[in-house]
């Protein structure tokens, strides 16, 4: 790796995938000196079953990819599919604020994209190199963070903020000892697989007594096809053959669609996640702050992760270019306020503990927070400029 090519920026941000390389290139574009780094090399792949929901698609529409998204070949998603059982209700996308349909585009082009905007908007983006440490000052102020490059080499580089977007297992968090508030009860496993040629049908999700399913239309042609199941269940009975297993919790729970993956083979191997409890986390500090999963996680049997940290990578930068204690606390606020509801719905559908009847309120109620939140994100656009616009459009001056 390139040294990073200053020796301090006003913000250094840890993780370049969707909420990292998000918040960076608003950072950026808000005019401030941003590095972006990670560990994995550009455009590499993650887990994850790629379905983003209204609200994510608009921040990509606000800032100007959703386009691009479209031009590296995500397919349109026009509708939703929630099959319950045998009983089948279908929701078409309204065309509305900008966004015709949804996307679940693959991850080595989302965030890739993101990434490279960031650059564009003037963030020394570097692939590669590792966070070790925070630096601090006498006053435990985090001031910077010592990375370890490629050939082993230290860097020490000064911030005025140091972000952590590096996921669930947050380095940042860890050596801030940013305490977890919030934890939920449950976790489920997940096997996911992609499937060429399958009919684009919308997003299809299923689900019978506990099991559930999805298929989800994304690159290439492809179908994302996963199977969520009590994480328990995952350990004892998919774990060491996942493709068994996820044939055998599809035939239960959607069993014209095992049926027809039956004769068929995968484009990529199994991927399996053996489920997390959803948490919460003390967001910001003197000199640090986290976004995305490092802050927030929950179950992704909701396919929440992307479109939240889209939602948050902006709350933070807004709060970041502010730079006062009180906007680092009304961004965790914020954010709360959007999740708390969807954080315990997520916690319940991944409990495995309901019956077909009582799933369907609870699909409601997650149907209006997601509103709510689109709401929200449009709001940002009748307050305070800028950060959101993509290249070509007015910047707010350094802060
Ligand atoms: C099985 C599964 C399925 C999912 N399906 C969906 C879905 O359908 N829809 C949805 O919206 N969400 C889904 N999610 C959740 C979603 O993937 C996450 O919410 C999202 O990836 C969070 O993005 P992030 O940028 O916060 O963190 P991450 O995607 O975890 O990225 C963190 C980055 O930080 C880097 N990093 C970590 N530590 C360091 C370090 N010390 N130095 C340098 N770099 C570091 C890593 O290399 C990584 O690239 C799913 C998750 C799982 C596990």
């Known amino acids: 790796m390139d040294a990073p090519v200053r020796d301090r920026y006003d913000a250094v941000v840890v993780g370049a995938r969707c909420a990292g390389a998000a918040t960076a290139m608003l950072l950026a574009r808000a005019g401030m000196s941003v590095l972006l780094f990670d560990r994995d090399r550009r455009g590499a792949d993650t887990l994850s079953t790629l379905a983003m929901m209204r609200a994510g698609v608009l921040q990509l529409r606000r800032w100007g990819l959703l386009e691009q998204v479209r031009a590296e070949g995500a397919q349109a998603i026009l509708s939703t599919s929630f099959i319950y059982g045998d009983e089948t209700i279908t929701v078409p996308i309204k065309p509305r604020d900008g966004v015709d349909a949804l ?43 010592t990375i370890e490059d490629r050939e082993s080499v230290l860097h020490t580089i000064a911030a005025g ?4 977007a ?19 009860r449950h976790a489920a496993g997940v096997v996911y697989a992609f499937w060429h040629g399958l009919e684009n049908q919308g997003n299809r999700w299923h689900y019978r007594p506990r099991v559930s399913a999805g298929a989800i239309p994304t690159n290439a042609g492809d179908t ?13 009975e998919v774990r060491l053959d996942m493709e068994a297993g996820y044939r055998r919790v599809l035939s239960e729970c959607a069993p014209a669609l095992a049926a027809e993956l039956s004769v068929m083979q995968p484009t990529e191997r199994f991927r399996g996640f053996p489920g997390h409890p959803g948490q919460m986390r003390q967001s910001h500090g003197p000199g640090w702050a986290l976004v995305g999963d490092a802050g927030y996680f929950k179950d992704p049997i909701t396919a929440h992760g992307i479109s939240d940290a889209l939602r948050d990578a902006e709350l933070l930068a807004r709060a970041a270019a502010q730079g006062s204690d009180r906007a680092m606390t009304e961004y965790q606020a914020t954010r709360d306020a959007l999740s708390r509801e969807l954080f315990e719905i997520t916690d319940a559908i991944a409990g495995f503990e ?19 939140e689109v709401e929200a994100l449009l709001a940002l656009d009748r307050s305070a400029p800028a950060d959101a616009n993509p290249p070509g459009h007015a910047r707010r001056p350094a802060p």
Not at 161 to 164: D, E, L, N, Q
Not at 224 to 236: K, N, T
């Open 103 to 145: 996307f679940a585009p693959r991850r080595t082009v989302l965030d890739r994209l993101i990434a490279d905007a960031a650059a564009a908007a003037g963030a020394d983006v570097r692939h590669g190199p590792r966070l070790v440490d925070l630096v601090r000052d006498a006053g435990g102020r985090v001031t910077g963070v």
């Open 161 to 164: 903020i140091v972000i952590g």
């Open 166 to 184: 590096d996921g669930l297992r947050s380095t940042v968090a860890r050596i801030a000892e940013a305490p977890i508030y919030h934890q939920g």
């Open 224 to 236: 994302c096809i996963f199977v969520a199941m009590p994480g328990s269940r995952f350990q004892d």
């Open 354 to 372: 309901w019956d077909l009847e009582s799933l369907k309120p609870l699909h409601l109620n997650l149907s209006r927070t997601m509103n709510d």
